[in-house]
């Protein structure tokens, strides 16, 4: 485990500079700060939050890190950890990831720097040996969305592939066999489980895998649209649409629309998060992602570790729930 000497031996500097650089003083010369932070990440040196964040007893602060908070479901995310540090009295600041790990690390550790002693990472891109380097140097680190082996207890996830499956399954049921997948490009745990859950479904009820039914693309709603114009101009035959997400779920059933095809009489869409639906027509059917509880629970054990206090009742993984809406309807017999 490197020290601050290590740094301060390595870039060449006093531990008093790496302490002001830490500390983001004005009395160091760029030459010194650039030296200190190249030597922190060959290090892969963290401050322990922890113990900064004593050293200034009047900054109660929470942390979080999501991937784009302009995101309608990392918005959700951060409003509700943001209720819990309210009402524990900490102030919340956010760093965002963009799902690149460089920006990932970069979110964690200015985090650090700015004392928070609980953060919340919701990290795609970083190894779980990284993250687990993270953790072991910050016990109020807890990470939503995903489970890094060894850390499970310090972990708020989702069951993705149950959920995927769980949708594919509401389609079957209605007697869809032709049915396609839009997932994500960004090839992240949460994605590839999806995607995993959705091929469960089809080969468990028999129904073969027809990879030309299944689309990678950008998620969101432009995603959608690019996805279902792609599936329509190569002349694919489908009943059914399961979406990585809603983004997506959205921009498919606009699109779907806008060259005359009923949803759902001709085609069913179903979602993923249970968000963006309030003014959709018709509304979506989806899988609940319960985001609010999820990130309620990791705020609390956040808060609670790095005081080292007793870890509050969490669920570790979480399962995801159908919502039935108007979006999906049963196969029409051709």
């Known amino acids: 485990m ?8 390595l870039a060449g500097v006093s531990v008093a500079t790496v302490s002001r650089v830490l500390n983001n003083s004005s009395q160091t010369s760029p030459e010194s700060r650039e030296a200190v932070k190249k030597a922190m990440d060959e290090l892969k040196y963290h401050p322990n939050a922890n ?25 959700i995310m951060v409003k509700a950890v943001d209720q819990v540090a309210y009402d524990t009295g900490n102030f919340l600041l956010v760093g965002n990831g963009y799902h690149d790990a460089k920006r990932e690390r970069k979110a964690i550790e200015q985090l650090l720097r700015h004392q928070c002693a609980g ?27 995903r489970t890094v082996p060894g850390y499970e207890s310090r972990c708020v996830n989702l069951d993705n592939r149950f959920g995927a499956a769980l949708a594919t ?18 090839q992240i745990a949460d994605a590839i489980e999806r995607q995993q859950g959705y091929t469960d479904a089809l080969i468990q009820n028999g129904i073969p895998v027809d990879e030309r039914l299944i689309i990678q693309s950008s998620p969101d709603e432009l995603g959608g649209e690019r996805a279902v114009i792609e599936l329509l101009n190569q002349g694919r035959k489908m009943t059914g649409i399961v979406c990585y997400n809603d983004p997506i779920a959205v921009g ?38 319960p985001v609010v509880e999820m990130a309620r629970q990791a705020a609390r054990l956040a808060i609670a570790l790095a ?9 570790n993984l979480f399962t995801p729930t159908l919502v039935r809406r108007y979006s999906v309807a049963p196969a029409v017999s051709s």
């Open 51 to 75: 113990a900064r964040a004593l050293s200034h007893q009047g900054n109660e602060t929470l942390g979080i890190v999501v991937a784009d908070v302009s995101s309608p479901f990392f918005g």
């Open 252 to 289: 498919a059933l606009s699109t779907l629309i806008d060259n005359d095809i009923k949803v759902p009489n001709q085609i069913s869409v179903i979602g993923f998060d249970d968000v963006l639906i309030n003014y959709l027509q018709p509304r979506l059917t989806t899988i609940r992602y």
């Open 2 to 9: 490197a020290t601050i000497k290590d740094v301060a031996r």
């Open 307 to 315: 005081h080292g206090e007793p870890a509050p009742d969490v669920t």
């Open 169 to 186: 399954n509401h389609l079957i049921q209605q007697g869809h066999r032709s049915i396609a997948y839009i997932g994500s490009m960004q």
């Open 119 to 145: 953060i919340v990472v919701h990290a795609m891109k970083l190894s779980d040996e990284e993250l687990a380097h993270f953790m072991d140097h910050v016990p109020g680190m807890v990470i939503i969305s």
